[in-house]
């Protein structure tokens, strides 16, 4: 079983709810669990939220892309911006390390995603944007499409 | 979007309680950190009950604003606690070490009763 989906929106912050709801409606056909669902809307919450927050500094002209691949029980997702970039990504990913202090933010987000995914990769580069790539394996109803 | 954020303030005696439904994400929580802010400042709160029993999702943006509020509540010598919480709001409180620093409890009447706040 494979499949794919590709969809690109405004980087409003008004698009957070959709971009999330948008990739569970998607990955609904794997069967997931509640707590897996969960997962993916959580670190697709984040990866979009990084997008409008650094990549385009709240900017709504940019654009955030997410493009989703299931193949058997293997979700891959990519959320990418056009935007900022990161200069120094080993910081950007220590747990608390956030560069907006001032607007509130944990600094949680990528150790979040990294927590929730099997594996993470962040692509950045300075003033052409950031690409946030997860995978994840879903553990669950094995059986399902056997 | 059919799910956003919904939340009411309530005053009981010293403690503001507050109550979210729904989703919390960067979208929501501008809005909910200044209406928490103003009842934080209304002269008659020193501390804090947030009920999250109706949150239904949240992300590293609702840990900013509890942290955000946790801060101010301390620096008027009041006390947070943080009731209710369902099991996929507490990975993120988990994750983040957040259980260590706020006070949480099982339901609102505890937390309630814990601030000193006659049922």
């Known amino acids: 079983m494979s499949n794919f989906m590709k969809v690109e929106f405004a980087a409003k912050s008004e698009n957070e709810s959709f971009a999330r709801t948008t990739v569970a409606a998607f990955i609904a056909q794997l069967d997931p669990t509640v707590e897996e669902l969960t997962e993916i809307k959580t670190v697709v919450s984040e990866a979009v939220t990084n997008a409008i927050i650094h990549g385009y500094e709240e900017n709504e002209e940019g654009t955030v892309l997410i493009e989703c691949e299931l193949k058997d029980h293997n979700i891959s997702l990519t959320i990418r911006d056009f935007g900022n970039g990161i200069e120094d990504v080993d910081e950007a990913i220590q747990p608390m390390y956030t560069s907006k202090p001032e607007l509130e933010r944990s600094g949680m987000g990528f150790t979040i995603m990294e927590n929730f995914m099997d594996h993470f990769e962040i692509e950045s580069i300075p003033n052409h944007g950031t690409t946030v790539t997860l995978r994840k394996k879903f553990l669950n109803n094995q059986s399902a499409y056997n | ?119």
Not at chain 2, 54 to 72: A, C, H, I, Q, T
Request: aromatic letters at 10%; a negative charge.
């Open chain 2, 1 to 119: 979007m059919a799910l956003s954020l919904t939340y009411d303030f309530e005053q009981k005696q010293d403690v503001l309680l507050v109550r979210l439904t729904g989703e919390l994400d960067h979208h929501e929580a501008e809005q909910l950190k200044n209406d928490w802010q103003s009842f934080l400042q209304n002269g008659m709160t020193k501390h804090v009950v947030v009920n999250l029993e109706n949150l239904y999702f949240m992300d590293s943006s609702g840990l900013g604003v509890f942290l955000g509020r946790y801060k101010e509540v301390k620096e008027i010598g009041g006390e947070m606690v943080i009731c209710s919480i369902n099991y996929d709001v507490q990975r993120l409180f988990e994750l983040s070490g957040l259980f260590k620093i706020i006070d949480t409890a099982e339901n609102e009447a505890v937390a309630l009763a814990r601030l000193g706040v006659a049922l």
